[in-house]
């Protein structure tokens, strides 16, 4: 029974219709089955996918890393060149042509890695960039998850 106050404040009790009793343990488990179910397709589905989704991350890193050389382009006149590679987006080149205007604490936090932790190749050319990675086997060329990611700029 609940109880409920009236108007005098006086506490009274009334009947709990059948509607109202709540969930019995049998529609609970029967609920909890459902989720355990849905939970599990969708894990599985999940499971199965990671390497698509290193692509996915080493695609958003590269856009990244293009930001960032951008950057770099704009406080210096140009981009690093090939010899001092990426690594001048994390620290301050020291070797020609040194940059003028090099950001305080760089322009990333860290030596970029791909999904698979290979560190991603750069060229600059008299057009601009290349930054590629060679994918989950580290290698040139390849199909599928082994194929070359590559971004120019």
Do not use: C
Request: glycine share 12%; proline share 7%.
């Amino acid at each position: 029974m609940n109880q409920f106050s009236d108007s005098a404040g006086t506490r009274r009790q009334r009947p709990i219709s059948n509607g109202e009793a709540g969930l019995t343990l049998i529609e609970m488990m029967i609920v909890l089955v459902i989720i355990a179910i849905v939970a599990g397709l969708i894990a599985f589905n999940v499971m199965n996918r990671p390497d698509e989704a290193r692509v996915t991350t080493t695609k958003a890193n590269l856009s990244t890393i293009a930001g960032a050389l951008k950057l770099y382009r704009l406080d210096n006149g140009g981009y690093p060149t090939s010899e001092q590679g990426l690594k001048a987006l994390v620290e301050r080149p020291l070797t020609e042509p040194a940059p003028q205007s090099w950001a305080q604490g760089g322009y990333l936090s860290s030596p970029p890695l791909d999904a698979w932790g290979h560190p991603y190749s750069y060229v600059a050319t008299p057009e601009g960039f290349t930054i590629k990675s060679l994918g989950k086997d580290g290698k040139e060329g390849g199909e599928g998850i082994d194929a070359d990611l590559e971004l120019r700029g």
